[in-house]
C-alpha cells in the first residue's frame, strides 16, 4: 500500500475531541477526502475474580448507543482514555474511578486499532484479577464527567449465558473476554 500520502490536514471541529478532514493522494495521483475522529488512546481491562468466579463489567451512559437503539447504557468493561498516563496506569485509575477495585497485577492483552476507518483511536486491552479485598471503594465514576457508572460483579456462567443472549454488544469486551476464556478455560468449568 505504499505510496499514499497525506496532502493536507484541515480541522472540522474541535471540541472533546477534533473532527478532521485529510486529504490523500492515492498512488495514481488522485485524491480523496476522509473524515477522521482524532481521539488519544485508551485503556481498557476486565477484571476477574479467580475464586469467586466473577468478573466485573459496568453499566453507563452513551449517547451513540442511545442515538441508534434508543437504550441510554451499555454493559462494558472499565475503560477510558489515557490522558497522558502509561496504559497500565491508565488501567489501574479507571479500575479505582469507575469500579473502586484496587488491581496490582495486569494481564496484556492487545493494542488494537478501535475503528480503523473512522478514529486514530488505540485500545490497551489488560486483563486483571482481583480479590474481594481488592474492592476498596465504591466506584460509580466521576461526577464532573457526567458518569453515573453502576458496577456489576457477574458469575461467569450467567457472564456465558449473556453472551449467547447477545446482551453484551461492546467490542473491547467481547475481545476480553474472549481472552480470558482462551488464556484462562480452567475459569469456565464448573466445579
Not at 11 to 19: A, M, P, S, V
Not at 35 to 55: G, T
Not at 179 to 187: I, M, N, V, Y
Request: with cysteine; charged share 30%; net charge negative.
Amino acid at each position: 500500500m505504499a505510496g499514499y500520502k497525506i496532502k493536507q490536514v484541515e480541522t472540522l471541529y474541535e471540541g472533546w475531541r477534533k473532527l478532521l478532514k485529510l486529504t490523500v493522494q492515492m498512488p495514481d495521483g488522485r485524491t480523496m477526502a476522509r473524515e477522521v475522529l482524532n481521539s488519544a488512546d485508551a485503556a481498557a481491562v476486565l477484571p476477574y475474580d479467580w475464586q469467586a468466579r466473577k468478573v466485573i463489567l459496568v453499566r453507563q451512559f452513551r449517547a451513540p448507543v442511545m442515538h441508534v437503539e434508543g437504550e441510554p447504557d451499555l454493559l462494558e468493561a472499565v475503560a477510558g482514555l489515557l490522558d497522558g498516563d502509561e496504559p497500565e496506569a491508565c488501567a489501574r485509575r479507571e479500575a479505582m474511578e469507575e469500579a473502586g477495585l484496587r488491581l496490582r497485577d495486569l494481564e496484556r492483552v492487545v493494542t488494537a486499532w478501535s475503528t480503523p476507518g473512522l478514529t486514530t483511536e488505540r485500545l490497551h486491552l489488560f486483563l486483571a484479577p482481583y480479590t474481594s479485598a481488592d474492592r476498596v471503594e465504591e466506584g460509580g465514576g466521576l461526577a464532573e464527567e457526567h458518569e453515573e457508572i453502576e458496577v456489576l460483579e457477574i458469575d461467569i456462567d450467567e457472564l456465558m449465558e449473556m453472551l449467547q443472549q447477545g446482551a453484551i454488544a461492546d467490542m473491547k469486551t467481547l475481545v476480553l473476554i474472549q481472552a480470558l476464556q482462551l488464556r484462562h478455560p480452567e475459569l469456565f468449568r464448573r466445579g
